[in-house]
């Protein structure tokens, strides 16, 4: 049976090291989903409003009406070459 060696985890007192940190202290700040602006199902940055951020509706699995714009134009371009639409639907096989 193998030995487990211990991991040592530990970082290098470099510059490369130095610099990581400065840029990680820098980088998780940016983080703007706070207690007064927690990030859930209502957030105005998780809804599909018509921005590029949001893509649900609040409405449970409702994966029909969603998506930011880029997506809803997407669905849309791609809705007119689908032979099945509203006016003419999946039908069971008889």
């Known amino acids: 049976m ?12 470099n510059l490369l090291s130095k610099y990581a940190d400065q840029e990680r202290k820098k980088l998780i700040p940016k983080n703007d989903y706070k207690t007064t602006n927690e990030y859930s199902s209502t957030n105005k940055d ?3 409003d018509g921005d590029e951020k949001g893509r649900g509706t609040g409405t449970f699995l409702d994966v029909n009406n ?4 880029i997506d809803i134009l997407e669905r849309n371009a791609e809705i007119v070459i689908n032979k099945y639409k509203p006016t003419n639907p999946y039908t069971k096989p008889t």
């Not at 193998?2 to 007192?13: C, G, H, W």
């Not at 969603?66 to 714009?69: A, F, L, M, Y």
């Open 2 to 13: 193998p030995t487990l060696e211990p991991l040592d985890f530990s970082q290098p007192n």
């Open 46 to 48: 998780a809804l599909s």
């Open 66 to 69: 969603g998506g930011t714009n």
